[in-house]
C-alpha cells in the first residue's frame, strides 16, 4: 500500500469514528490529526494541498483547535521553529546523499565543502582534496585515502570559513572572556 | 602557537614584511615556475619542510600574498580526474621576487652579525 493510499485510508478510518465519539476519543483523534499532519510535510506539494484540505474539514466537523503543527510561525518561538524546520530539511536531503563507491570521494565530506566553502574556493580547492584523494588511493587504500579526505576537509573548512577563523582567531577567547567577567563579578 | 598560525595560514607581520610560511610559499612559487597549483604547492613545501600542511593554510597565504600584488593566478580548464574541476595557478610576481630576495638579504645580514650557538 503506497504511503498515499496508508493516509487516505487512515483518513477515512477518522472520519467513521466522528459519529460516535466522546470527548477523550476526541482528544485521541486531535493526536491522530497531529500526526497525519506530520506526515504530510514529506508529500509533495499538490498532495500536501489536497490532503491538508481535507484534514480541515475533519477539523471543522470535530470543531477541533489548528494543530500544533499548523500554527503560523510568529515571535520568538515562531524564529526557532522556523530554524528547526530549516534544520531538519538539511538533515533530511543530507540523508538522501547517494552513499559513494569506496574509490570515490566520501559524499559527506563533498557537501560540506560544497556548504561551507565560498564560491571561489569552490572552484579550485574539492579538486585539488580530489586530485590527491585519487594519489592517496592507490598507496593507502580506500580507507587510508578516505580518511585523509575527511580530515583535510575539516583541517580546509577550519582554516578558510569565515566564522571558523573568526572562532579560532580569538572569538573562542574573547567569548570565555566575557563568561567569565559576567560570572566573576 | 606557531602550529595555529601556519594550520590557519594567519597572518603575523605587518604588510610590507613576509611572514615565515609566506616565504616558504612563494620560494615552492619559485621551484614550481608555470605548473604551480594546490597540489604540487603543498607536495612541494611537505617534501622540502616535511610538514603536512592543509590545502586551506596554503590557499590563505597565497589569497593574502596576492592582495600584496606578490602573486597572480589564472583558472584552468576543468580535467576529469579532478572531478571536473578546474586548476587555479598561481605564479610570482616582480614584486614577489623583490620581497623574497629583500627577507633573505635581511636574514643573511643578521646572521653575519650574530655567533649563533
Known amino acids: 500500500?503506497?504511503?498515499?493510499?496508508?493516509?487516505?485510508?487512515?483518513?477515512?478510518?477518522?472520519?467513521?469514528?466522528?459519529?460516535?465519539?466522546?470527548?477523550?476519543?476526541?482528544?485521541?483523534?486531535?493526536?491522530?490529526?497531529?500526526?497525519?499532519?506530520?506526515?504530510?510535510?514529506?508529500?509533495?506539494?499538490?498532495?500536501?494541498?489536497?490532503?491538508?484540505?481535507?484534514?480541515?474539514?475533519?477539523?471543522?466537523?470535530?470543531?477541533?483547535?489548528?494543530?500544533?503543527a499548523e500554527r503560523p510561525h510568529s515571535g520568538k518561538r515562531g524564529v526557532v521553529r522556523r530554524y528547526i524546520d530549516v534544520a531538519g530539511k538539511l538533515a533530511a536531503s543530507a540523508s538522501r546523499l547517494p552513499r559513494s563507491a569506496p574509490t570515490a570521494p566520501p559524499t559527506g565530506a563533498c557537501f560540506l565543502l560544497d556548504l561551507l566553502l565560498s564560491k571561489a574556493d569552490r572552484k579550485a580547492i574539492p579538486g585539488d582534496l580530489e586530485e590527491e584523494?585519487?594519489?592517496?588511493?592507490?598507496?593507502?587504500?580506500?580507507?587510508?585515502?578516505?580518511?585523509?579526505?575527511?580530515?583535510?576537509?575539516?583541517?580546509?573548512?577550519?582554516?578558510?570559513?569565515?566564522?571558523?577563523?573568526?572562532?579560532?582567531?580569538?572569538?573562542?577567547?574573547?567569548?570565555?572572556?566575557?563568561?567569565?567577567?559576567?560570572?566573576?563579578s | 602557537m606557531s602550529w595555529l598560525v601556519e594550520e590557519m595560514g594567519f597572518e603575523m607581520d605587518g604588510n610590507d614584511r613576509l611572514g615565515r610560511f609566506e616565504e616558504i610559499v612563494l620560494?615552492?612559487?619559485?621551484?614550481?615556475?608555470?605548473?604551480?597549483?594546490?597540489?604540487?604547492?603543498?607536495?612541494?613545501?611537505?617534501?622540502?619542510?616535511g610538514r603536512d600542511v592543509s590545502f586551506g593554510a596554503v590557499y590563505t597565504t597565497l589569497e593574502r600574498l596576492e592582495r600584496k600584488g606578490y602573486v597572480s593566478s589564472r583558472v584552468g580548464d576543468p580535467t576529469p580526474e579532478r572531478g571536473g574541476r578546474a586548476k587555479r595557478y598561481f605564479r610570482i610576481e616582480a614584486p614577489g621576487i623583490r620581497a623574497l630576495n629583500e627577507t633573505r638579504e635581511t636574514i643573511a645580514n643578521m646572521g653575519g652579525l650574530v655567533h649563533v650557538g
Not at chain 1, 484540505?53 to 475533519?58: D, H, Q, T, V
Not at chain 1, 585523509?148 to 580546509?156: N, S, V
Not at chain 1, 577550519?158 to 574573547?174: E, I, K, S, T
Open chain 1, 133 to 184: 584523494f585519487r594519489a592517496r588511493l592507490a598507496k593507502y587504500g580506500p580507507v587510508g585515502a578516505r580518511l585523509w579526505f575527511w580530515c583535510e576537509t575539516l583541517r580546509t573548512i577550519a582554516a578558510r570559513n569565515p566564522l571558523c577563523r573568526w572562532l579560532l582567531a580569538g572569538g573562542l577567547v574573547r567569548i570565555g572572556e566575557w563568561i567569565f567577567r559576567n560570572t566573576g
Open chain 1, 1 to 68: 500500500m503506497s504511503d498515499e493510499r496508508s493516509l487516505e485510508y487512515q483518513l477515512g478510518q477518522l472520519r467513521n469514528q466522528i459519529a460516535h465519539m466522546d470527548e477523550r476519543e476526541k482528544a485521541t483523534l486531535e493526536n491522530e490529526l497531529v500526526r497525519l499532519t506530520r506526515e504530510l510535510v514529506a508529500k509533495s506539494a499538490t498532495d500536501m494541498q489536497r490532503i491538508s484540505e481535507r484534514l480541515k474539514g475533519y477539523q471543522e466537523a470535530l470543531q477541533v483547535r489548528p494543530t500544533t
Open chain 2, 27 to 49: 620560494l615552492a612559487l619559485m621551484r614550481l615556475r608555470e605548473g604551480a597549483y594546490g597540489v604540487p604547492i603543498r607536495r612541494e613545501i611537505a617534501e622540502r619542510t
